[in-house]
């Protein structure tokens, strides 16, 4: 196998390792499962989206042709679910959150349990 089969293959597999750990944290925090996977996910999201602004500029560039492949197909799609997650989705999911953590913190001080 040639370096550029294996380097191929290497991302291929990081990529879709990190898409399912981005999807595993946005229901993790939607369904309130973790109140640090919104920290994780801000990190994924802003090293994930480096990623695919380099590789799309990279593979991309007008000096070169390229044949598109499956990876490219992943990052390509992958580039615009990212774009729309970080202007519309992400910022409700944050305002969602902000808006619930007063409510838990009163509920929480209403029944006697305090946070230290």
């Known amino acids: 196998m040639k370096l550029n089969e294996k380097l191929f293959v290497l991302q291929h597999n990081l990529f879709t390792i990190f898409i399912i750990i981005s999807y595993v944290l946005i229901v993790a925090i939607y369904l309130g499962l973790s109140s ?8 994924i999201d802003y090293y994930m989206r480096i990623y695919i602004c380099l590789f799309l500029i990279w593979r991309f560039n007008p000096f070169q042709k390229v044949e598109f492949t499956e990876l490219d197909r992943k990052i390509v799609f992958s580039a615009g679910v ?10 409700y999911i944050t305002r969602a959150i902000q808006s619930i953590v007063p409510t838990i913190k009163t509920s929480a001080e209403n029944s006697g349990v305090t946070s230290s």
């Open 36 to 43: 640090s996977a919104g920290s994780y996910l801000h990190v």
């Open 82 to 91: 990212f774009i729309l997650t970080t202007t519309a989705l992400n910022q």
